[in-house]
């Protein structure tokens, strides 16, 4: 297993044979050119050698439409069952066949010797993929959402299901028009890094 940080939310996972990329975007700015992806390693990508993907939402920076047609549309891509069939209609219209809308807590043989199983988190969605005898835990911003006592039992229902996780990714940032890099010529720098933690610390513990 390889698991390579692409940028932003993109990691790039070699599995049991697979490529598996997430939230993929690299392709330019999204929401009207206000935010854009940070130094992205697209070069290493091979975007038509990709066989999975998954997003976590219908955001611009984890649904980048320009991103997506540069990948084969042979690729499966996984994403969490919604209200409507919005999301999973959009990835057909633009060449997807292959959609698969994935419920709480349930497993799936996403391709062959990968298996990957979704858990609601609040208003995130986190996946693990398993495969090579190893185990992914994609966490997204999904920590973020929801109070210490819903963490708790998200890391449990996660423990209870996976021996070990082996890599996890959670990033850490807010879904905010205000970008997240941002150059300050005083002291408000160090006052704008002040956040509450405390919960976010407490899942990784749980979970790792």
């Known amino acids: 297993m390889h698991v390579r940080y692409v940028g932003h939310s993109c990691l790039s996972i070699e599995m049991a044979g697979q490529r598996i990329l997430t939230n993929p975007w690299w392709d ?35 649904l980048h439409v320009p991103t997506l047609r540069s990948l084969s549309r042979q690729a499966t891509i996984l994403v969490p069952r919604m209200r409507d069939l919005t999301l999973r209609d959009f990835l057909i219209s633009i060449g997807f066949q292959n959609v698969i809308e994935m419920a709480h807590q349930r497993t799936y043989e996403a391709t062959p010797g990968v298996l990957a199983t979704l858990y ?11 495969g090579d005898g190893r185990t992914v835990l994609h966490a997204n911003s999904a920590v973020q959402t929801g109070r210490l006592p819903a963490l708790l039992r998200t890391s449990r229902i996660i423990q209870s299901r996976h021996a070990s996780i082996d890599v996890m990714f959670a990033s850490r940032h807010n879904h905010s028009w205000v970008p997240d890099c941002v150059s300050f010529q005083d002291d408000t720098q160090a006052d704008a890094r002040q956040w509450d ?3 976010e610390l407490r899942f990784l513990e749980l979970v790792a």
């Not at 009207?32 to 219908?58: A, K, Q, Y």
């Not at 988190?121 to 398993?130: D, R």
């Open 28 to 62: 330019g700015p999204a929401y009207d050119g206000l935010w854009c992806p940070h130094h992205p390693r697209v070069e290493e990508n091979d975007p038509e050698m990709v066989s999975l993907v998954f997003i976590t939402d219908e955001g611009e920076d984890h």
């Open 197 to 199: 933690k405390k919960a």
């Open 120 to 130: 609601r988190h609040g208003e995130g969605n986190l996946l693990t993929l398993q």
